[in-house]
């Protein structure tokens, strides 16, 4: 008897947990169709508009078990990789073409040195982070910390032949690694323009070693150097004879939290009015003379030279008239 309740524990046992977990064998009227590369199962069986109506998220949370465990099984008929103790199934390619975001990405275009290197076919080829320094027999990193060839390192600089004697060598070189590294960077933003075919972007003028600088860059370079203070060139001393930059906007002030009422109710009403008017507001005058500056302004800019000359402007003979 003892036996018999053992096994009628054990039927009962076995019976109860299989209520509570399903099988993992789904039958579909129509089979359906897999893209595992995807990890996308679509279903083609007609919903039922009576179960669905009765109870709709009992048999949305069914139908979604039932196709989740179809999945499962096809990914387990794929071939596997054990790593690290973990099993992997590898994922076949992907036959269903998804939409895209955004646009394929074009090629870059090649910068300078690139088209140089192929042209006199040089390849890149990878060099070691460390390089053996002769003066003090050691390994040193090729860049960064510590690096090989490093002005703090030299405690002293032989003049040269013809060299001035009471010159600062020291600050010499740092300052030609300064205008190496603006040149540099330089080339990079001048690279990015024109890629993307634009003269919009602003490009810093040439470094300090070069000596093509015409009146345009010259005046830009003045402007960001005032402007690289910490307080954005408020407090920096103008020049002399320093001409005022063209196109320097003020910064909008703040209204004040604590206004007259009688203002603050015009300005309102203002903004009423004007959004209740149907056409836009747009002073006429102000467009045209703005467009009129912008094509006297590319006129001028098309005529001056590389030392910032104007091109072809004649003077005017004076006391010049109509002659009769």
Same mark, same amino acid.
């Not at 190496?180 to 080339?187: A, D, F, G, R, T």
């Given at each position: 008897m003892?036996?018999?309740?053992?096994?009628?524990?054990v039927d009962a046992?076995?019976?109860?947990n299989k209520?509570?977990?399903?099988?993992t064998?789904?039958?579909?009227d129509?089979?359906l169709q897999?893209?595992?590369g995807?990890?996308l199962a679509t279903d083609?069986?007609?919903i039922?508009t009576a179960a669905f109506?009765g109870?709709?998220e009992?048999?949305?949370?069914t139908?979604?078990?039932?196709?989740?465990?179809?999945?499962?099984?096809q990914?387990?008929q794929?071939?596997?990789?054990?790593t690290?103790d973990?099993?992997?199934?590898?994922l076949p390619?992907?036959?269903?073409?998804l939409p895209?975001e955004?646009p394929?990405?074009?090629?870059?275009a090649?910068t300078k040195?690139?088209?140089?290197?192929?042209?006199?076919g040089? +390849?890149k080829? #990878?060099?070691?982070r @460390?390089?053996? &320094?002769e003066?003090?027999?050691t390994?040193?990193p090729?860049?960064?910390? =510590?690096?090989?060839g490093?002005l703090k390192?030299e405690?002293?600089?032989?003049v040269p032949?013809?060299?001035?004697?009471?010159?600062?060598y020291?600050?010499?070189k740092?300052?030609?690694?300064?205008?190496l590294v603006?040149?540099?960077e330089?080339q990079r933003?001048?690279n990015?323009a024109?890629e993307r075919?634009t003269?919009?972007?602003?490009?810093?003028?040439?470094?300090?070693?070069t000596?093509?600088l015409n009146k345009h860059q010259?005046t830009?370079?003045l402007g960001?150097?005032?402007?690289a203070?910490?307080?954005?060139?408020?407090?920096?001393p103008?020049l002399?004879?320093?001409p005022?930059?063209?196109r320097s906007g +003020?910064k909008? #002030?703040?209204?004040? @939290?604590?206004a &007259?009422?009688?203002e603050?109710?015009a300005?309102?009403l203002?903004i009423l =009015?004007?959004?209740?008017?149907?056409?836009?507001v747009?002073?006429i005058?102000?467009a045209?003379?703005?467009h009129?500056?912008?094509e006297?302004?590319?006129v001028?800019?098309?005529r001056?030279?590389?030392?910032g000359?104007?091109?072809?402007s004649k003077k005017?003979?004076?006391?010049?008239?109509k002659?009769?």
């Amino acid at each position: 008897m003892e036996a018999m309740d053992i096994a009628l524990d054990v039927d009962a046992l076995l019976a109860e947990n299989k209520s509570k977990h399903k099988s993992t064998e789904v039958k579909k009227d129509v089979e359906l169709q897999f893209d595992l590369g995807n990890l996308l199962a679509t279903d083609l069986n007609i919903i039922d508009t009576a179960a669905f109506r009765g109870e709709k998220e009992g048999y949305l949370k069914t139908l979604m078990r039932d196709n989740v465990q179809l999945l499962i099984n096809q990914i387990w008929q794929l071939p596997t990789v054990k790593t690290e103790d973990v099993v992997l199934a590898e994922l076949p390619k992907g036959t269903t073409v998804l939409p895209r975001e955004k646009p394929i990405p074009k090629p870059k275009a090649p910068t300078k040195w690139e088209q140089f290197a192929k042209t006199k076919g040089i +390849k890149k080829m #990878k060099k070691s982070r @460390m390089v053996f &320094d002769e003066t003090t027999q050691t390994y040193k990193p090729r860049y960064g910390y =510590k690096r090989v060839g490093d002005l703090k390192d030299e405690w002293i600089v032989e003049v040269p032949k013809n060299g001035d004697p009471y010159q600062d060598y020291f600050k010499k070189k740092e300052e030609q690694k300064s205008d190496l590294v603006s040149k540099n960077e330089y080339q990079r933003l001048r690279n990015i323009a024109k890629e993307r075919k634009t003269k919009s972007l602003r490009v810093p003028p040439p470094p300090s070693g070069t000596k093509d600088l015409n009146k345009h860059q010259l005046t830009q370079a003045l402007g960001l150097a005032k402007a690289a203070t910490a307080s954005v060139g408020k407090f920096t001393p103008s020049l002399p004879s320093e001409p005022v930059p063209k196109r320097s906007g +003020k910064k909008r #002030k703040a209204e004040s @939290m604590i206004a &007259d009422v009688g203002e603050e109710k015009a300005r309102n009403l203002g903004i009423l =009015k004007k959004m209740n008017k149907k056409k836009e507001v747009l002073d006429i005058t102000k467009a045209v003379n703005t467009h009129m500056a912008d094509e006297q302004r590319s006129v001028h800019f098309s005529r001056v030279d590389s030392d910032g000359k104007v091109v072809g402007s004649k003077k005017r003979k004076a006391g010049g008239g109509k002659k009769t």
